[in-house]
């Protein structure tokens, strides 16, 4: 009989196994699978196996409210991690974190702003991205004139927010902001709109599955012919397979990771991984595999601190946690903030891989003082 003592620690996976984010969503299966099997191997946590619990969200956000709820009532799981959509993460946090009251760790990079003792967040956020990258691209380049097509939802709103902030501070000017339905797939009137108005520099906040026929359909226009600069903060080596190495020539990202970054840990992680999951969804930043590690080794190091799985102490553990290796680098808790310090690099698409062309070094998130529980 398992007891309360002894039971084995538990963790939920939420993400997106079918549907439209499929590709990312195994990607971070397989992640998840390959830190509990080193857990496991290593004797666990406290003494105890760790049991993985994975659910397929099938990019949907009534069915990640359904799984989430499994999790936290039939599973009973001490965290849950997981959410790529910002509307799936709120969807995730309804039964998780304001009815059952548990630990979330929400590993993708996002528009920042979450701000709950419950919730812990280690993707990037516009502080890592925006402020760091849209200086160096425009001195860089010389351009001034931005344009920004969006996906419609928190996510692109709040980006392009701060991206207006940084290019007028820089002595830029946004010359265009649009937005359309995440299924939208004619982009024909916002690319006309783009060329006749001079723009320089797409930056560009709309994902799958409106994401392949924007580019199409902007390549087609001869905008980057044209020497424009495509920029998309979430593109990483998985969406590089799903369009035309033409199409994104040159595009310029800013991620915790790149597969070029060439740190002694970063590439054995890589390796293994391949090993491991061989022909299988790439090991990437933008998919959230490098904040979904991070989550669970954070959160190792939490509970092995706290020498308990009483949420209450993993959680103050956790406010502080830190890992000296991982994907791009160490990373650790900003004390009160629930958001972690990493690593930044700046890259480049040139014949369909990314080049690492700037390593930004550790950069602070800059997010609010989360309240006590």
């Given amino acids: 009989m398992t007891t309360a003592i002894n039971r084995p620690a538990r963790v939920g996976i939420i ?34 196996p760790v049991e993985l619990f994975i659910e397929d969200s099938a990019t949907d956000d009534s069915v990640a409210e359904a799984v989430a709820a499994r999790l936290v009532e039939q599973a009973a799981v001490d965290v849950v991690v ?50 760091p990258f849209i200086p160096w691209l425009m001195q860089q380049t010389g351009a001034k004139r931005f344009y920004m097509p969006s996906a419609d939802y928190i996510w692109p709103h709040t980006m392009n927010k701060k991206v ?23 982009y024909g009137r916002i690319i006309e709109d783009i060329m006749s108005t ?41 969406f590089l397979n799903l369009v035309p190495a033409d199409h994104v020539e040159g595009l310029y990202g800013c991620l915790d990771y790149y597969r070029d970054v060439d740190d002694p840990f970063s590439i054995e992680l890589l390796n293994r991984y391949e090993r491991l999951f061989p022909g299988s969804a790439m090991f990437t930043a933008g998919s959230a595999c ?33 890992i000296a290796h991982g994907p ?19 890259a480049r698409s040139e014949g369909g891989t990314f080049k690492v062309v700037e390593n930004l070094g550790h950069i602070d998130p800059k997010e609010c003082e989360v309240g006590q529980t």
């Fill in 15 to 48: 993400t997106d196994q079918t549907g439209a984010l499929s590709l990312m969503g195994s990607a971070n299966v397989s992640v998840a699978k390959m830190v509990i099997d080193d857990i496991n191997a290593g004797g666990g946590l406290l003494g105890r």
């Fill in 82 to 131: 997981g959410g790529i959509y910002s509307s799936t993460r709120q969807a995730i946090k309804r039964p998780v974190v304001d009815q059952a009251e548990k630990l979330y760790i929400y590993p993708e990079q996002y528009e920042g702003q979450e701000c709950h003792p419950l919730i812990f967040c280690t993707g990037p956020v516009p502080a890592q991205q925006v402020e």
């Fill in 164 to 186: 207006r902030e940084v290019v007028t501070a820089e002595g830029g000017e946004i010359v265009g902001e649009q937005y359309f339905p995440l299924d939208h797939t004619d």
């Fill in 198 to 238: 001079d723009a320089e520099v797409v930056f560009n906040t709309i994902v799958p599955p409106g994401l392949t026929p924007f580019l199409e359909q902007l390549h087609r226009a001869g905008f980057t012919r044209r020497g424009g600069h495509i920029v998309c903060t979430y593109f990483d080596e998985n």
């Fill in 290 to 322: 490098t904040g979904t590690y991070r989550a669970l080794k954070l959160w190792e190091a939490a509970v092995n601190e706290a020498r308990s799985l009483k949420q209450e102490d993993v959680v103050n553990a956790l406010d502080h946690a830190r």
């Fill in 328 to 346: 791009g680098g160490p990373a650790e808790m900003v004390p009160g903030q629930h958001h972690v310090r990493m690593n930044m690099y700046i």
